[in-house]
């Protein structure tokens, strides 16, 4: 490797890319309970799922099992990016901060987090929002590269980097959180479950948990904006002007709880996600 160690990069994105493939219906289930009730967008005003296991069963019925899979190859190229990218960041920023000490500083850890957050979500932003339309259009979706076109032909550049600002937001929380929690919890089980695969367990447990909390609010109103099309050549109706825009409306006509849509299978997907992450990371870690 010499003087630069890359192996965080590529741990990160194999990682995240593993995660994502066993967790992706779970994700589509959330995207989907996220954009419903919507009562000043007619397209999404009705409450057509329940809850998570609901909306699994339904797409999978009337859709067929490959739409809860719709949007895959979009989000395993975000991984790529975004993850490689994030973790591989955090991990060379904290060591070259912290250099040979052990302890954990706590605001090394959320500041290296909160960097890496918002630098690899801003990068991979567009594969994000052909991932969330795919996902909402299920098997009626275009074909990843057809989508990418028809994205770029009718909203230009700026379509590639809809709803950027609240997933930077997002990813800095997520990232801010999950993180530090993580190593801390890692550190801390250490003497009573050493390196293993226990205690990276537990310690993704909660780290999924916390992140899930302080995130969904900001992921429903990502997830509302990316979704919206605003046309280059054709006049549309906004229905959203951005982000605060989205939140005052969206606590206006549907309620505070709203901003929590999709928070089961939010954190019923990270929790996996998470395990799965960290564990193959830790996996990875050992082979060189």
């Given at each position: 490797?010499?003087?630069?160690?890359?192996?965080?990069?590529?741990y990160g994105g194999l990682a995240s890319c593993t995660a994502e493939c066993g967790t992706f219906p779970i994700d589509t289930t959330k995207t989907r309970l996220q954009i419903q009730g919507q009562k000043i967008d007619g397209q999404h005003v009705r409450l057509k799922y329940r809850g998570m296991t609901d909306a699994f069963l339904q797409i999978a019925r009337q859709e067929?099992?490959?739409?809860?899979?719709?949007?895959?190859?979009?989000?395993?190229?975000?991984?790529?990016?975004?993850?490689?990218?994030?973790?591989?960041t955090y991990y060379s920023l904290k060591a070259w901060l912290t250099g040979d000490r052990t302890e954990d500083d706590v605001v090394v850890n959320v500041?290296?987090?909160v960097v890496a957050g918002i630098v690899s979500s801003a990068i991979a932003n567009p594969t994000d929002v052909l991932k969330v339309r795919m996902q909402v259009l299920g098997m009626q979706a275009q074909s990843l590269v057809c989508a990418a076109q028809d994205l770029y032909r009718h909203e230009g550049v700026s379509g590639l980097w809809r709803g950027v600002g609240p997933t930077a937001q997002r990813a800095a929380v997520i990232a801010a959180v999950e993180l530090p929690v993580y190593d801390f919890s890692k550190h801390y089980f250490i003497p009573y479950l050493g390196d293993s695969v226990s205690n990276h367990f537990l310690s993704s447990f909660l780290a999924?948990?916390?992140?899930?909390?302080?995130?969904?609010?900001i992921d429903v109103i990502r997830t509302r904006l990316m979704n919206q099309r605003k046309l280059k050549t054709i006049q549309?109706?906004?229905i959203y002007n951005g982000s605060m825009d989205c939140f005052v409306q969206t606590v206006r006509h549907e309620g505070f709880k709203a901003l929590y849509k999709g928070f089961i299978p939010t954190w019923v997907r990270m929790g996996p996600w998470n395990i799965i992450f960290f564990i193959t990371y830790e996996q990875l870690k050992r082979f060189y």
């Amino acid at each position: 490797m010499g003087d630069r160690d890359w192996r965080p990069f590529i741990y990160g994105g194999l990682a995240s890319c593993t995660a994502e493939c066993g967790t992706f219906p779970i994700d589509t289930t959330k995207t989907r309970l996220q954009i419903q009730g919507q009562k000043i967008d007619g397209q999404h005003v009705r409450l057509k799922y329940r809850g998570m296991t609901d909306a699994f069963l339904q797409i999978a019925r009337q859709e067929g099992f490959r739409a809860l899979y719709s949007g895959i190859y979009p989000a395993v190229i975000r991984q790529a990016t975004y993850g490689t990218i994030k973790f591989g960041t955090y991990y060379s920023l904290k060591a070259w901060l912290t250099g040979d000490r052990t302890e954990d500083d706590v605001v090394v850890n959320v500041s290296c987090a909160v960097v890496a957050g918002i630098v690899s979500s801003a990068i991979a932003n567009p594969t994000d929002v052909l991932k969330v339309r795919m996902q909402v259009l299920g098997m009626q979706a275009q074909s990843l590269v057809c989508a990418a076109q028809d994205l770029y032909r009718h909203e230009g550049v700026s379509g590639l980097w809809r709803g950027v600002g609240p997933t930077a937001q997002r990813a800095a929380v997520i990232a801010a959180v999950e993180l530090p929690v993580y190593d801390f919890s890692k550190h801390y089980f250490i003497p009573y479950l050493g390196d293993s695969v226990s205690n990276h367990f537990l310690s993704s447990f909660l780290a999924s948990l916390g992140s899930a909390v302080a995130s969904t609010p900001i992921d429903v109103i990502r997830t509302r904006l990316m979704n919206q099309r605003k046309l280059k050549t054709i006049q549309t109706d906004k229905i959203y002007n951005g982000s605060m825009d989205c939140f005052v409306q969206t606590v206006r006509h549907e309620g505070f709880k709203a901003l929590y849509k999709g928070f089961i299978p939010t954190w019923v997907r990270m929790g996996p996600w998470n395990i799965i992450f960290f564990i193959t990371y830790e996996q990875l870690k050992r082979f060189y």
